[in-house]
């Protein structure tokens, strides 16, 4: 059924094993001076030994003040060569390739970062970090080229199989190519001719320094998704120059920073978003065409292959979640993967905020260099209570660590509190993981006894007992709120109340603007009041930038700065008299932990750890790594 995913490609000589790709994704992994950690190494390791025919690593400045983020990888220096040189020796280990990707942040940095004030082709701000860089001059930019030249001169000592050229994302090889942030009117500005010099004047002096037997890469955005930016026409303009240029590959993704939620996008864009921008640009190169963007299974890659949209199909954020994807396709082991739900929380949430990234599903990512391997030195027996991803997760991890697990759960179904989540459209991925902790529990033999409520009596003794038992929405104490049509969102979106046709929701957080975007769904009325002075304040960036458009596009009335104050058989009152007519009101104020057996248990002579919403109400990022983190520790 894959025919196509792990055919070999050989380009200038070099053969990658397969079509799969991890694409680059800055890690914040490396050390403060640019060179490798042993977490950087062995993170891409990982994908290499899971079978990813060709790994990018990401982002290696070229320049000090051209990178993006504090602990990035740097090539700017012979001194950072015999670290880096260590990764392609462990990625060739495991018959993969490897490039690493050289960029200059232009604009896309900030003076906190860099330490000094971000250059650009024009004095003009990025929308996404709103600091005025500084043009750069003729003889800077000639410096750039340089510099470029002689970081991928010492790539090419470091083993490297190739070079990626990142001209796409808003960074300085983008801006130069695009009058969305070239203003200039010398020989590097205005015309089409001259905005592409720069970026020419780079792949001729990269190729000038590495020779014809090094793969040079150019990572292009196809369109720049806004105003005034450049367009998939320009881009078909664009990319013959660079092969002539010198290029032997072309990887097609899309947008700047301004338009991060589109080209990082969540559950709400469809699954190979970009591989149609691709197909155009084969159309006009000769080279290989790599596309990316909402691919997390091998099927999807093989359609894309199969249809001639590309010639490779790099999976970034999926190999997060599963490193072992391509190995694990290739054996028929399609239960065993765990799939990226583009939720975004671990990887882009958090590296925006300069912190190191991780993943919502795969607690080890990150971590793959000092976690511990095969059995505990001592076993012991485990007993988890509650079926959410935490409960689950502790089980899993325990497991592997070859403690003899038993979990129970109380209700005839897992997933908890997550399972609820993915009933609003464009939630229906989160299922995936759920299917895949349930078969993890089958295969590495742990004890689930459903319809169970474990109690201090009926759990047995054990030598570690890890409550997860999650927790539960609750009715807020607002006059009328024991009304029979009013209702918790959760009850909404199981399916056991329909509710009317106006429908009030009290609580404008993630639970109320999703039970909101269900409702419209099904033809529902809405207004969302919520007693704060933002809709959906918790949400990540990009799902909260899709799920708001939806709303607004189903003419959702969102009030802030509401406090409700009574609730009638008809309609909800507020503190500032307005009334809002109401059929059914939906209750999203929030959960509470469910931890009361904690005691119970304790006084029975059990030792007790609590994780999850058990503890608090978090994400299930949070939860998934403490229970993780838990389970490997016992």
């Known amino acids: 059924m894959l025919k196509y995913v792990f055919e070999p490609l050989t380009v200038k000589g070099i053969t990658i094993p397969n079509r799969l790709v991890v694409a680059p994704m800055v890690t914040n992994y490396c050390n403060g001076d640019g060179t490798a950690s ?23 400045a070229i320049d000090p003040v051209g990178k993006g983020f504090i602990n990035l990888a740097g090539i700017w220096n012979d001194g950072q060569i015999e670290s880096h040189s260590e990764l392609p020796k462990r990625v060739h280990r495991h018959g993969a390739k490897i490039f690493a990707q050289f960029y200059h942040c232009g604009r896309q940095t900030s003076s906190p970062v860099i330490g000094t004030v971000p250059v650009a082709p024009s004095p003009i701000p990025d929308p996404f970090n709103i600091e005025v860089p500084r043009e750069l001059s003729i003889d800077e930019i000639k410096v750039i080229v340089e510099q470029f030249g002689d970081a991928a001169l010492r790539l090419k000592k470091c083993g490297f199989d190739g070079v990626q050229l990142h001209g796409a994302h808003g960074y300085l090889l983008s801006e130069f190519m695009s009058p969305y942030a070239n203003k200039r009117v010398d020989e590097y500005g205005g015309s089409f001719a001259n905005r592409m010099r720069f970026p020419i004047e780079v792949v001729k002096k990269v190729r000038e320094k590495v020779g014809d037997s090094f793969i040079i890469d150019y990572r292009l955005s196809g369109d720049e998704l806004v105003p005034g930016g450049r367009t998939i026409e320009d881009t078909l303009a664009i990319a013959p120059l660079l092969v002539e240029a010198g290029i032997d590959m072309i990887h097609i993704t899309a947008g700047v920073y301004a338009s991060v939620d589109t080209y990082i996008p969540p559950q709400y864009v469809r699954h190979g978003t970009f591989a149609d921008m691709a197909m155009k640009v084969k159309k006009v190169v000769g080279v290989p065409v790599v596309t990316v963007c909402r691919v997390n299974d091998a099927h999807i890659a093989e359609g894309i292959l199969a249809a001639g949209q590309a010639d490779l199909v790099a999976m970034g954020r999926a190999s997060l979640a599963d490193p072992f994807l391509p190995k694990k396709s290739k054996e028929g082991r399609f239960n065993e993967i765990r799939q990226c739900i583009a939720c975004n929380a671990g990887c882009t949430e958090y590296l925006f905020l300069n912190n190191s990234i991780t993943c919502s599903l795969n607690p080890s990512v990150g971590l793959e ?3 511990p391997k095969g059995n505990a030195e001592k076993t012991k027996s485990v007993t988890v209570i509650g079926g959410g991803p935490a409960g689950m997760q502790a089980a899993i991890s325990a497991a592997e660590r070859g403690h003899s697990v038993t979990l129970y759960e109380k209700t005839g179904v897992m997933g908890g509190q997550f399972r609820v989540a993915s009933f609003p459209p464009n939630k229906g991925e989160l299922t995936s993981f759920l299917v895949w902790q349930q078969n993890q529990l089958k295969k590495l033999g742990v004890t689930v006894k459903m319809n169970t409520e474990a109690t201090a009596d009926n759990i047995g003794k054990s030598d570690v007992v890890i409550l997860a038992s999650g927790g539960k ?38 639970v109320g603007t999703e039970t909101a975007n269900y409702l419209v769904a099904i033809e529902r009325k809405v207004t969302i009041l919520e007693m704060g002075g933002e809709i959906a304040p918790k949400e990540g960036r990009s799902p909260k930038h899709f799920l708001l458009k939806a709303l607004k596009e189903a003419e959702v009335e969102m009030l802030t700065d509401t406090r409700v104050t009574r609730i009638t058989a008809s309609h909800v009152e507020a503190k500032d008299g307005r009334t809002f007519a109401a059929d059914t009101v939906v209750i999203a104020t929030g959960i509470v932990s469910e931890n009361g057996l904690k005691e119970k248990l304790e006084a029975a002579g059990h030792k007790v750890h609590v994780i999850g919403d058990a503890v608090a109400p978090r994400q299930v990022i949070e939860a998934n790594r403490e229970a993780h983190e838990l389970a490997i520790s016992l």
């Not at 977490?39 to 690593?57: D, M, Q, S, V």
């Not at 009328?480 to 404008?508: N, Q, R, S, Y």
């Open 38 to 60: 042993e977490r950087f190494i062995r993170y891409h390791e990982t994908k290499a030994e899971g079978g990813f025919g060709l790994i990018i690593a990401e982002d290696y």
């Open 369 to 371: 260099y000092k976690q």
């Open 473 to 510: 929405g609750v009715m807020p104490d607002i006059p009328g709120a024991d009304l029979p049509h009013v209702v918790l969102a959760e009850t909404v979106l199981e399916g056991k109340v329909l509710p009317g046709k106006k429908v009030v929701i009290i609580g404008g957080g993630q």
